[in-house]
Nanobody, 116 residues
Framework: EVQLVESGGGLVQAGGSLRLSCAAS????????IGWFRQAPGKEREGVSC????????YYADSVKGRFTISSDNAKNTVYLQMNSLKPEDTAVYYC?????????WGQGTQVTVSS
């Protein structure tokens, strides 16, 4: 059974930090790119960051560059999103997505709320 389980969300004050985790199972982790997306109330889901599990190539949305860092622990089949200098506009449900040669998988999401 394929699973993507996000954790690490919560409530934090502006300027604070959180680290999200996405634990994957049920598929060949190294064959997939793992990404973080977020969706705020009333807004479309948007891409935040992603990483290639095979070569470590990363991507960041302009809105999070310099504040967020994505990393991968292939031994644990887990991708992390370190979020620093959080802003109220970062408030959203954060989803983990695994995209491979034939399949795409989504996690259930974890809520991040940044208070001003």
């Amino acid at each position: 059974e394929v699973q993507l389980v996000e954790s690490g969300g919560g409530l934090v004050q502006a300027g604070g930090s959180l680290r999200l985790s996405c634990a994957a199972s049920g598929f060949t982790f190294d064959d997939y790119a793992i990404g973080w997306f977020r969706q705020a109330p009333g807004k479309e889901r948007e891409g935040v960051s992603c990483i290639s599990s095979s070569d470590g190539t990363t991507y960041y949305a302009d809105s999070v560059k310099g504040r967020f860092t994505i990393s991968s622990d292939n031994a644990k089949n887990t991708v992390y999103l370190q979020m620093n200098s959080l802003k109220p506009e970062d408030t959203a449900v954060y989803y983990c997505k695994a995209a491979g040669p034939y399949h795409v998988y989504w996690g259930q999401g974890t809520q991040v709320t940044v208070s001003s």
